[in-house]
């Protein structure tokens, strides 16, 4: 398995400006009010990023220590030693009780990895598990086996935001009555204190129709909420200690669907990033808006592709998702040189954003909060894309993001918690492991009134293909499964079109897709049909997670 680079993780859409409330005073007590917890260690250590931990067994609880302090019975070369070489099991219900030097907002992070513990008397698939802090509930049922598995890491964190007005963090950890033998356990808890983040004034919703309206909404301040993604686009991950309260910032890269995936710069050597007045420092550190991702330099190429983000989230909650912007290489110093349109879910969030006429010029650094409402249950895919504004004719028909966040919001039941993910289908029938055996081919078909799509199994297969990274298999299948979305999110459109048969491999896929969409000139009202041979559905559900 790989090594986890992010904090990891149809439907309705509304959205909302967020205006940001600053507080200041927090940053003093980042460092020093910061709890790091080792959990079932007997000494402290240092992780990569050199940060000390502390057992949890040295810690001054109010009550005592419960549970068993048990080691992984193996640990991949991959996997640091700290926090994830030791864990905490309980059998029963148990409470950390954490004083916090500072009362308010805080991140707390969970960090997992779900191995056999204690001599493998602690088997991973039978860890399913609760965790409450105090009212809310953060996970319920929870396996971190199957969390791993369906992100292909081999460990992972868990990153919520509580405002802990009492001065006591109460997080209980409670094995699942629903399953013989089950535990919970936990390698490493962190704390550290934020300013109130998320708290919102003025607000724009969107409507399911796309019309805008202005409202007032906000954040409750008792919210509980948890990070989803912290993506830095177009750049490298940023770990801690960059920036402030040691968040952790993913590579894009992952994420984009299809091949027209931009373009990506950093900041001219004469640029210096600087915030916006209402913009404070700690939003995102500046290495987050010193590099970018953009479209491209081909305008004709631009007005034919969305930049698109696929990520997965738990359906039936409200998502914050927060984009970073900043202009940051000449020409562009002006309002209307590069203007563009930012859609969630096939809805419009923004009709003409201008970073320059937000932020007030170029290396000046701002950000944009939306909220997304979403229905349903299970897990479905967040689609974030770009396309440029036309209608103000600006200079250059382009799009430009430099950091993009997704927070879930607590439901109406005080909740955070959403399902497992479905083990993987490992029944297959190919004894040496993860393959495809057989190519397809794709196939539009003329019609005035739709395109169809058909998908026909290759009878002559010579070889397979081996699925030697399967993260890029999920973002395979998600771009054909996908594929209907994508074309009426997609503003151009082939008029009896048709694309011969041609054999397509799987890996390529996506970028058949990109190609076609590229190629199809626009069709005012025209919705595309879309129809997708039931035989290859059954192959992606096994690459699929």
């Known amino acids: 398995m790989k090594n986890p680079v992010v904090l990891p993780n149809c439907a309705l859409v509304c959205a909302s400006l967020i205006i940001l409330s600053v507080a200041p005073a927090i940053l003093a007590a980042d460092n020093d009010s910061a709890i790091l917890l080792s959990c079932g260690a007997s000494q402290p250590g240092s992780d990569l990023d050199g940060r000390d931990w502390t057992p949890d067994s040295d810690f ?53 990895y779900p191995s056999n513990y204690d001599n493998d008397n602690y088997t991973s698939g039978d860890a399913f598990f609760s965790v409450t802090a105090g009212t809310y509930t953060l996970l319920h049922n929870f396996s971190a086996s199957l969390v791993a598995n369906n992100l292909n890491y081999d460990y992972f964190t868990r990153e919520f935001s509580l405002n802990v007005s009492t001065g006591v963090l109460n997080l209980t950890f409670s094995p699942s009555p629903a399953h013989n033998n089950s535990y919970a356990f936990i390698n490493g808890v962190e704390i550290v204190p934020i300013p ?100 491209g330099p081909d305008a004709s190429m631009n007005l034919q592709y969305n930049l698109t983000w696929i990520l997965q989230v738990d359906a039936g909650f409200s998502y914050l998702v927060r984009f970073h912007f900043c202009e940051i290489q000449y020409p562009i110093t002006t ?18 954003a201008d970073v320059i006429a937000w932020s007030g010029g170029i290396g000046v650094a701002t950000f944009r909060d939306y909220m997304v409402s979403t229905t349903g249950s299970g897990q479905m895919d967040m689609w974030v894309a770009l396309h440029p504004q036309v209608d103000s004719r600006p200079h250059y028909y382009d799009a430009i993001l430099n950091g993009l966040e997704v927070f879930k919001l ?38 005035t009134d739709s395109v169809a799509l058909d998908v026909v199994e290759d009878a002559e297969m010579d070889k397979a293909v081996e699925f030697e990274e399967e993260q890029d298999a999920r973002k395979c299948t998600a771009g054909l499964l996908k594929f209907e979305e994508t074309l009426e999110f997609s503003p151009v459109f082939r008029e009896n079109a048709e694309l011969k048969s041609e054999a397509v491999d799987f890996w390529n896929l996506p970028a058949a897709f990109q190609q076609m969409i590229s190629g199809i000139s626009k069709e005012e009202d025209g919705n595309v049909a879309i129809a997708i041979d039931s035989v290859i559905y059954a192959q992606f559900e096994y690459a699929s997670f």
């Open 410 to 447: 607590q439901n109406s039941s005080n909740s955070l918690a959403g399902f497992n993910p479905e083990p993987r289908d490992q029944t297959f029938d190919n004894p040496d492991g993860y393959y495809f055996t057989d190519s397809i081919s794709l196939h539009i078909s003329d019609s």
């Open 60 to 112: 001054n609880f109010s009550l005592p220590l419960s549970g068993h302090s048990v080691k992984a019975t193996q640990q991949g070369s991959s996997v640091p030693r700290v926090p994830y070489l030791t864990a905490r099991v309980f059998t029963s219900p148990f409470s950390y009780n954490f004083p916090l030097a500072v009362g308010g907002r805080v991140f707390l992070r969970l960090y997992f």
């Open 335 to 352: 309002r209307k040189q590069r203007v563009f349109e930012i859609f969630i879910n096939n809805q419009t969030a923004e009709e003409s």
């Open 196 to 295: 109130d983040i998320f708290n919102s004034g003025n607000a724009v919703l969107i409507n399911t129709d796309g019309y805008a309206y202005p409202i007032l909404k906000e954040i409750h301040p008792e919210s509980a909420i948890e990070t989803v993604y912290r993506l830095n686009v177009g750049g490298q991950a940023i770990a801690p200690p960059i920036g402030e309260f040691s968040r952790f910032w993913e590579d894009d890269t992952l994420y984009l669907f299809g091949a027209s995936s931009g373009v990506t710069f950093s900041k001219d050597t004469n640029v210096s990033i600087r915030y916006a007045p209402d913009v404070p420092s700690y939003i995102a550190p500046t290495e987050v808006y010193a590099t970018a991702r953009s479209m």
